[in-house]
């Protein structure tokens, strides 16, 4: 009897402090996010386009050389809502260890990086070379490429990861077994 006790305040304390962290995270507009990733994505964006064109850096605004193509990197290039979205992912699923669930979010966050950052430098490009097609590609990337990028990289975790929980779910099964 004191084992399923104890059971049952782990399992309560580590859901607490699991959503007590996305809580948080969510808090002043998603900033954390911003804060992390926008530099990062700024400065690999320019350093790459720097290597092609011979760019020049002005805050968040990226110039091209002699050409009069200024990159602007706002909040929704950097993509904090998607950050976001994979770091509920990983925190609602329960039954995971600390390091493991490190190792998740730290996967889940680089592979976005990664893969928005030259999603950014390849918009970028198009931009500037073939620029009559940027806005149906740069709207095609955000609002299809990005969801099934999130999702897409959710499913990998999955994978690699052995994650049998289903978010949100597993935990409301839980608690309702600890109920009864």
């Given at each position: ?15 607490f402090l699991r959503y007590f962290i996305i809580l948080i995270s969510s808090l ?81 966050f680089l592979s976005f990086f990664i893969v928005n950052s030259i999603r950014i ?51 409301i099964k839980s608690i309702i077994r600890y109920l009864k």
């Amino acid at each position: 009897m004191k084992k399923k006790s104890e059971n049952k305040r782990a399992f309560v304390y580590s859901m607490f402090l699991r959503y007590f962290i996305i809580l948080i995270s969510s808090l002043g507009n998603l900033w954390v996010f911003y804060f992390i990733f926008t530099p990062l994505t700024v400065y690999l964006t320019y350093f790459v386009l720097d290597l092609i064109f011979e760019a020049s850096l002005f805050g968040t605004t990226i110039f091209l050389g002699s050409l009069a193509y200024p990159i602007e990197i706002i909040d929704a290039c950097v993509a904090g809502s998607a950050y976001f979205l994979l770091l509920i992912f990983n925190l609602s699923v329960p039954n995971i260890n600390l390091l493991k669930r490190l190792k998740m979010v730290g996967f889940a966050f680089l592979s976005f990086f990664i893969v928005n950052s030259i999603r950014i430098i390849s918009l970028s490009m198009i931009y500037i070379l073939k620029p009559e097609i940027f806005n149906v590609t740069h709207l095609l990337s955000w609002y299809l490429g990005s969801v099934v990028l999130v999702v897409g990289i959710w499913f990998i975790e999955v994978k690699i990861f052995k994650i049998k929980d289903i978010p949100f779910y597993s935990d409301i099964k839980s608690i309702i077994r600890y109920l009864k």
